[in-house]
């Protein structure tokens, strides 16, 4: 929703009251090596969130980057996720330790299940469970899921004590998405969108066509004299998502978060809206299986 004068979209309210920055640097990819300078050049240009995950192999530095930029541990937002591999109560449980140990965090700000493992739904729901215990301890300041299609959330919300307060989804201008978002926005889970630019689209069918290169888009862009990249985030944030761009270099971490200037028209949130191709960049996560895609999280 646009209005005359540029809103602040700076932090979003989670289901449980907890405020949370809407914008976080994103980790996904990131070699481990790369990763404490992304971190430290994040929080040098005003982030105050990271998005990480046990699978990413990068948790460890991502703690460093955190401790080394000086910020205080409370000024800044971590979330990670658990791995499928770690699924079930006492094993998500240990997920917790393992992770907060790798961070080298007491609490985890935002602790959420990485898919849901569609043909081991009882698994999935210990997981969770365990969640739940974990924020019931304080260990957690929220919980929530990431990759929950309407069926998974359904499902998990027969059983859950605790609305997830996140949902996690691929969502870029060429994959939207609605439905789940719409379920989420009915029962109060916010969408958090993974891939925030379509990166995961960037070199589909061996090209490099991209969201980036959209003419809808640098249109927009041009008439804001912003980026594509910046117009993308600004479209999510005007529609009330979380997003977590990711990025290693330090001059598009900074024109990432460059985004609070600016307000997109109703018309031009609408022309965005209309370049979706319903087409998948990530995994089906129907087809998220351990045997397909499980492996070990190594101990802290
Ligand atoms: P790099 O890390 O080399 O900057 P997404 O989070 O949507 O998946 O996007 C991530 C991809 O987009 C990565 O390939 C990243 O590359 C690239 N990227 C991130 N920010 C920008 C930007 N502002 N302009 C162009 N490419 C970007």
Redesign the pocket.
């Known amino acids: 929703m646009s209005t005359d004068m540029t809103e602040n979209l700076t932090n979003l309210t989670l289901n449980n009251g907890l405020e949370m920055p809407a914008l976080g640097l ?1 980790v ?3 070699p481990p090596e790369e990763t404490r300078a ?1 971190v430290e050049a994040a929080l040098g240009a005003g982030y105050r969130h990271i998005d990480t995950a046990a699978a990413y192999g990068n948790e460890r530095e991502v703690g460093e980057g955190i401790h080394r930029s000086g910020i205080a541990r409370r000024e800044v937002f971590v979330e990670t996720k658990i791995w499928i591999s770690d699924y079930g109560y006492d094993e998500t449980l240990h997920g917790f330790d393992t992770s907060a140990a790798k961070l080298g965090v007491d609490q985890i700000d935002l602790l959420i299940l990485h898919q849901a493992l569609p043909t081991d739904f009882d698994r999935t729901l210990a997981a969770y469970r365990a969640l739940e215990t974990l924020l019931a301890d304080g260990k957690v300041r929220a919980i929530g899921v990431s990759n929950f299609m309407v069926d998974h959330l359904t499902a998990l919300l027969e059983t859950a004590t605790v609305v997830p307060a996140v949902n996690q989804i691929e969502v ?1 201008p060429y994959f939207q998405q609605r439905t789940v978002q719409a379920f989420g926005a009915d029962h109060g889970i916010l969408t958090q ?8 689209t ?1 070199y589909r069918d061996g090209s490099h066509g ?3 290169e959209d003419p809808v888009i640098g249109e927009i862009a041009r008439a804001h004299a912003k ?4 117009v ?2 600004r479209w999510h944030l005007q529609e009330g998502r979380s ?7 330090p ?3 900074a ?2 978060i460059d985004v609070f200037d600016f307000d997109l028209t109703d018309d031009e949130l609408a022309a965005i809206d209309a370049l979706d191709t319903d087409r998948r960049g990530g995994p089906e996560p129907a087809d998220i299986t351990l045997a397909g895609y499980g492996r070990p999280i190594p101990e802290a």
């Open positions: 994103g996904f990819q990131t992304a870029h969108a993974w891939s925030p630019l379509g990166g995961i960037f991209s969201t980036l980026t594509p990249a910046q993308m985030l997003v977590i761009p990711k990025s290693t270099k001059h598009r971490i024109e990432n």
